[in-house]
């Protein structure tokens, strides 16, 4: 059986008190701490990168879980290793030429690696990265356009997570983009175990309940 794993997505939180806005969601009951790195050119947004990394790492020994939204993923393993990532998810669409590779790179520098997809990218082409002799540990499927917090959750998506619980059944699953209480059911319902959430959990006025909920939602 797959383990629920709620990850509030640190984008949506106060950056100028990244350490403090991470301790409180850790107390509110975080299982992970979801970290956006984009480059401004994967996506069209800039946010952190490793030196943010590495700094958070001395305030905290959470699970750091990586989501790198650039354009060469293997340019960042080693500066996020040595900065203190724990999960390393790249983009599928990023890696066409070098996944293997970067599979391997990510494991050995002692980081767990996932990989994920857009919304528009079909499910079959992170098959073989599952299904390799060095497989990645965890799907993320995105449910809205990556680049930015606080959009719509795309329901449509959802087919993509049904099709991988049925082939995996204990693969993680991570969905990422407009979860919160009015969307978590649809998503767990489906498969999915790791829940990212930012601007619902962030804008709660009560986010322990936002993040209790949708645990309970994953494990029923
Ligand atoms: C979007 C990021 C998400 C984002 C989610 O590209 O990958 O992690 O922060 O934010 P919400 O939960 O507000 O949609
Ligand atoms: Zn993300």
């Known amino acids: 059986m797959v383990k629920p794993k709620i990850a509030p997505s640190m984008l ?30 994967f996506v069209p947004n800039l946010t952190i990168g490793a030196p943010v990394i590495e700094s958070l790492r001395k305030h905290t020994s959470a699970y750091l879980d990586c989501h790198l939204m650039v354009t060469n993923p293997l340019d960042y393993v ?3 290793a040595k900065a203190g990532a724990s999960g390393f998810t790249f ?15 990510i494991k050995s520098k002692g980081m767990r690696p996932g990989v994920a997809l857009k919304p528009k990218t ?20 995105m449910t809205v356009e990556p680049g930015f917090g606080g959009q719509k959750f795309m329901p449509e998506t ?16 991570e969905v ?20 990212v959430a930012g601007s619902s959990v962030f ?7 936002v993040i ?7 494990v029923q």
């Not at 804008?203 to 309940?209: H, S």
């Open 122 to 141: 079909p499910i079959e082409q992170v098959y073989p990265l599952v299904e390799y002799e060095t497989p990645v540990e965890m799907v993320l499927v």
């Open 12 to 41: 949506s939180s106060d950056f100028a008190n990244l350490a403090s806005e991470a301790e409180r969601m850790l107390r509110y009951g975080a299982d992970w701490l979801h970290m956006d790195i984009m480059d401004g050119h």
């Open 212 to 218: 209790s909920l949708m645990r309970n939602s994953v």
């Open 203 to 209: 804008g709660a006025p009560e986010p322990a309940e």
């Open 176 to 195: 990422d983009g407009g979860l919160g209480p009015s969307t978590i059911d649809m998503a767990a319902s489906a498969g999915a175990n790791c829940i």
């Open 78 to 80: 080693e500066p996020m």
């Open 158 to 173: 959802m087919e993509k997570v049904r099709e991988l619980r049925k082939k995996f059944p204990n693969l993680d699953i």
């Open 91 to 105: 983009h599928v669409e990023a890696s066409q030429d070098n996944w293997k590779e970067l599979i391997k790179s």
